[in-house]
């Protein structure tokens, strides 16, 4: 069953086997969010000026999903933990001014064993991901709809 332990398991295990060199400087924790259709995963620094600084990673609740292949969610958390290694939203020094600057984050991935997962991630987001998420739902406004009933009388 695919949890926030679970996924901390993930989180501790992509660490130790593709960046055991960025020394972790603060708690990172990562969990679960809300369904985001196209941020898959963020991360943030809370409280970067004080001494308990904390680090957290959200995940898209799809990735809950059992459908969703564990190399999807593996290159996500790599990728989170790419900027952590470049110091954005860490307490690391920060490498370039941008996150994705020059396409920083996948030349990292891509050094540390990811190449093959990336391209995998490419094509199984543009043929699968749509499955998962199912059609986008247009939101109106419930103003418009008082305005547009207004009218029909």
Known sequence: MRNNLWLNNKLNGIWQKHFPDVEQQNRVIIKFGQNARQRLGSIRQISPYNKQSMTKIIITGYFMDERVPEEIIDATIAHELAHY???????????SKYPHQGGKVDDELKKRGFAEVLKFQKKWLKDEWPQIIGPAKRRIRRRKIELINLFRI
């Open 85 to 95: 290694a470049h110091g954005f939203c860490s307490p690391l020094p920060q490498l």
